[in-house]
Nanobody
């Protein structure tokens, strides 16, 4: 049974930082490309960043230079370090494994003063 459990969200002021974590189980984590998506109210879910099984990375233009995705295969966990946060980063953030259709419950990130 696949499980993806996101954590680390919260309320932060503009310019602040958060680190999201996604703990995976029920998959062979090391062979999966892992991705972070987000969905803001009234908007479609969008890809934020992904990291391949060989740790190559790719970012949406909107977060390039501010966000960093990383993975720890020993812990079956993928991370998203988010710096210089903006109000437009407010969304529910989800992680996704490439070899699974499963979506976790997500973690809320709110950027507001």
């Amino acid at each position: 049974q696949v499980q993806l459990v996101e954590s680390g969200g919260g309320l932060v002021q503009p310019g602040g930082s958060l680190r999201l974590s996604c703990a995976a189980s029920g998959i062979i984590f090391s062979i999966n490309t892992m991705a972070w998506y987000r969905q803001a109210p009234g908007k479609q879910r969008e890809l934020v960043a992904y990291i391949s099984s060989r740790s190559s990375t790719n970012y949406a233009d909107s977060v390039q230079g501010r966000f960093t995705i990383s993975r720890d295969n020993a812990k079956n966990t993928v991370y998203l370090q988010m710096n210089s946060l903006k109000p437009e980063d407010t969304a529910v953030y989800y992680c996704k494994a490439s070899y699974s259709d499963y979506w976790g419950q997500g973690t809320q990130v709110t950027v507001s003063s």
